[in-house]
């Protein structure tokens, strides 16, 4: 298992950009790939974006795709989702995974107004 913890959420108008942070408690963490999900409020939870243990192989849903940019840092054992022309429709509590343990964070809540 590994701790994930999740920063940066918070309250934004449409249009505009936040960038998450999930720092992880091992250095093992290079080895892991890491992803985020969000789940908004009577909805299932969903991928947005997952990126493979060296930065170099990404993954984005469509609804996201060329909006959000995910990324690693390993040397600081810290995955990120940068967000950019946010949407209403992008409001949830959005959760890092790392997949090779199964571990989650506790999530941090992006709430997009129009």
């Known amino acids: 298992q590994v701790q994930l913890v999740e920063s940066g959420g918070g309250l934004v108008q449409a249009g505009g950009s936040l960038r998450l942070s999930c720092a992880a408690s091992?250095?093992?963490?290079?080895?892991?790939?890491m992803a985020w999900f969000r789940q908004a409020p009577g909805k299932e939870r969903e991928l947005v974006a997952r990126?493979?243990?060296?930065?170099?192989?990404?993954y984005y849903s469509d609804s996201v795709k060329g909006r959000f940019t995910i990324s690693r840092d390993n040397a600081k054992n810290t995955v990120y989702l940068q967000m950019n022309s946010l949407k209403p429709e992008d409001t949830a509590v959005y959760y890092c995974?790392?997949?090779?343990?199964?571990?989650w964070g506790q999530g941090t809540q992006v709430t997009v107004s129009s």
């Open positions: 995974y790392a997949k090779e343990v199964g571990s």
């Open positions: 091992r250095r093992t963490f290079s080895t892991y790939t």
């Open positions: 990126i493979g243990w060296t930065g170099g192989s990404t």
